[in-house]
């Protein structure tokens, strides 16, 4: 059962579907593990209601508490513990990872907390940057709420709509893995203009060096 397959993942938790995805929703918001397949989980199972034996609302009232929920304690870890969990080499916690959120969160501000809901990655460390600058709790709880809920709903029915569609219906695998691609790609692009971003430093670091030599030789 791979984790990066919505539908395989679903049909094996048989009974267990609704309360499997709340928590991989829940771990994937609060407990700082980006790399869980949410939007394509909750468009999967909006899509697979039926098959299911589950309610397009059911799915998205669960799957917006636990969003939700999650953000909390990310927004309490931040409060508490701040940026000394992260490491620059760390495989997770990436110092990295919680910069790009920090970045987000300072260009956006409280909006952050609904547009990053949207953004992989981002939406993991969006709600934990929050906390870390200290950002007021009431309005942390009115753009978390705001974000979880259009998010968890959107992504919800998203799916179920797309159910109604004859060729989505007939053809559900290539759509979660399109659904795993689309969430994974902005992951993808972000690590190569990273390091793009650090080569091109690198060399121009390397050039300074260089020229001041050669300036060091001359004199």
């Known amino acids: 059962m791979s984790i990066l397959d919505p539908q395989t993942l679903l049909a094996g938790m048989g009974p267990w579907a609704l309360g499997g995805l709340s928590l991989m929703i ?15 989980l909750l468009v999967t199972a909006g ?8 309610s397009v609302a059911l799915i998205a ?9 999650g953000d909390q304690v990310g927004f ?5 513990f701040g940026r000394r969990w992260f490491r620059p080499d760390a495989r997770v916690l990436k110092t990295a990872h919680l910069e790009q959120a920090e970045a987000f969160f300072v260009r956006h501000g409280g909006k ?31 753009w978390n709420l705001a974000g979880a809920f259009l998010w968890a709903v959107g992504m919800t029915v998203l799916g179920s709509l797309l159910g109604g569609l004859p060729f989505v219906a007939d053809h559900i695998d290539l759509l979660a ?12 692009v972000t690590a190569l203009r990273r390091s793009r971003v650090g080569r091109a430093e690198q060399r121009v670091a390397a050039t300074t060096t260089r020229d001041e ?5 001359r004199s």
């Open 177 to 188: 893995v399109g659904l795993v691609v689309v969430s994974v790609l902005p992951i993808v």
């Open 112 to 142: 952050a907390l609904v547009l990053g809901r949207f953004v992989p990655v981002v939406r993991t460390f969006v709600p934990l940057a929050a906390g870390t600058s200290g950002y007021p709790y009431r309005m942390f709880v009115v």
């Open 61 to 69: 009232l669960c799957a917006f508490l636990a969003a939700a929920a």
């Open 47 to 54: 899509l697979l209601h039926q098959s299911l034996g589950l």
């Open 26 to 40: 829940f771990v994937e918001s609060g407990l700082l593990f980006p790399f869980l397949p949410g939007d394509s």
């Open 213 to 217: 030599e050669a300036v060091g030789d």
């Open 76 to 80: 309490f870890l931040g409060h508490r």
